[in-house]
């Protein structure tokens, strides 16, 4: 194939490593980054290094932060005795969004996956265990609704209950807005074990 | 809205100004360089930045290239007495896929786009026009076949024809492989148009 510049190439090859990246949106991105000034492509690259330079994880909760602990563990105001296990430190931002909500978290880091070899000791799950010391009361599963998040939900639920905390799973269930038409079965079936009475 | 740490936010502004790279997309992205290792980011923001230090634009033809003049116009197996004009340097990477096609190219940089405020004098046209010094027999204009592409193909025709060169448009019609159930009308009319005979 014909290539107009050996770092071009290069510089696609790199980009369409990334997650739902493929040749073709790393050529287009490549023309980009190439019709950039100078200076734009300085702030990309510096901001590259910048998040690998600058950002860690927090030892208390493991989210990623530039300090540690991280800005949710050191913030008075929110309800400590509460915990929610989520498995990737993006979870959190989409958590943050709702309302009325102020729990600690903890980041799994992934999820129970055998096939993948993913087995309990690659999950930071010890860590959870040394933070019930009796300040908290209740610990929300809110691990992906998927299958193997519902495994590592079920696998954590057993293992917490012994810590006398209350064990919750966030509910599943039509989201809002939806339509019942088009809902899958497994989702109504959840909706409907799920009903509260109004 | 939450945001775990500054440098990832500021990573996440900086993608999401790429082209078809929403905010959505940006975070995942900027997740994924998190998870990256040092080198791996270390080498992204390389070739971000060789990028821009080491390709430029030949001065014969426009195309990008590491050289000047680039290695297209430098090549001696190359059928010089054809030029083939395209609107972006990216387009000779997709021409190039063509079978016994060896043509010079010029790169207009861009289309006429009077809404956009882009006119002759925007494109590089007089550079086009110095080199049909008589070793040049045929100039195909192959801009998009869109409203602004054939737009600039019509207004090069008329200015180029003068030179005493044949002129010429990539043909308007089917693509291979494609069904004539689900063709526009357009693509329909031009098929038929140029029909040839068998």
Redesign the interface.
């Known amino acids: 194939?014909?290539?107009?510049?050996?770092?071009?190439g290069?510089?696609v090859s790199?980009?369409s490593r990334?997650?739902?990246?493929g040749r073709k949106?790393a050529?287009?991105?490549?023309?980009?980054?190439?019709k950039?000034s100078?200076e734009e492509?300085?702030?990309?690259?510096?901001?590259?290094?910048?998040?690998?330079?600058?950002?860690g994880n927090c030892s208390v909760c493991f989210?990623?932060?530039?300090n540690d602990p991280?800005?949710i563990c050191t913030d008075q105001r929110r309800d400590k005795s509460i915990i929610c296990v989520v498995e990737?430190?993006?979870d959190?931002?989409a958590l943050?969004?709702a309302e009325e909500f102020n729990p600690a978290y903890h980041v799994l880091g992934g999820r129970l996956s055998p096939l993948d070899g993913i087995g309990p000791d690659d999950l930071n799950i010890k860590s959870l265990f040394a933070r019930l010391d009796g300040s908290v009361s209740e610990v929300i599963i809110a691990t992906n609704p998927d299958v193997e998040g519902e495994a590592t939900a079920m696998y954590l639920n057993k293992l917490v209950t012994p810590f006398g905390v209350k064990v919750t799973r966030i509910a599943r269930g039509l989201p809002v807005g939806g339509d019942l038409e088009y809902a899958d079965g497994v989702t109504i079936t959840r909706a409907l074990q799920g009903r509260q009475e109004l």
């Open positions: 194939m014909y290539q107009s510049s050996e770092s071009l290069r510089l790199v980009l990334m997650p739902g990246i949106t050529g287009r991105l490549a023309f980009y980054i190439l950039m100078r492509a300085k702030e990309l690259a510096d901001a590259v290094l910048e998040v690998k330079e600058k950002v989210n990623i932060s530039e991280c800005n990737e430190a993006s959190i931002i943050e969004k």
